[in-house]
């Protein structure tokens, strides 16, 4: 009898210490879950700020196209060239400086697309180990089910002796 009381204490521990541990995980996966939500706003964001970057790269390539053909028609105008010719070299210190941000707002893509990959396989490695988790508490249910039933018929033994 006694032994049946232990056995029952443990399947209850147990049972309580699965119950925990999924809660426990699903918490976990929801942490995860509102991550992985920031990053892809994250992502998002790069992406139109890439798009709008890329844009100015291309109004800036063509301004300093526009400025060079205007330096080639403008040889006969010495001082109008100078002043075309200091714009010119502002305009490109500018494409540098919107390429260098595109190429940086790229990696910052880039790492965030790996993050984003390395949660996406920590969620799919949680639900895993939590469905794990849950299959063992059906089947300490189910175990607990059967001692319980085996204690019912035992004490309905006893009663009958």
Request: charged content about 40%; proline content about 0%; aromatic content about 4%.
């Amino acid at each position: 009898m006694d032994r049946i009381k232990e056995k029952m204490n443990k399947l209850r521990l147990e049972a309580d210490e699965s119950s925990a541990k999924a809660e426990e995980f699903q918490a976990k996966v929801k942490v995860l879950e509102q991550e992985n939500l920031a990053k892809e706003q994250e992502i998002t964001s790069l992406q139109h700020k890439n798009g709008l970057l890329e844009a100015e790269v291309e109004k800036l390539e063509k301004q300093v196209a526009d400025l060079k053909k205007a330096a080639d028609d403008g040889q006969q105008h010495g001082t109008q060239n100078e002043t075309l010719t200091r714009r010119l070299q502002l305009l490109e210190e500018e494409a540098e400086e919107a390429d260098k941000t595109l190429r940086e707002a790229n990696e910052k893509l880039r790492q965030t697309d790996v993050k984003a990959g390395h949660f996406e396989r920590k969620v799919q490695a949680l639900e895993t180990e939590r469905d794990t988790w849950e299959s063992k508490y059906e089947e300490m249910a189910k175990k607990y089910a059967e001692t319980q039933k085996e204690l019912e018929d035992f004490q309905a033994e006893i009663g009958n002796i």
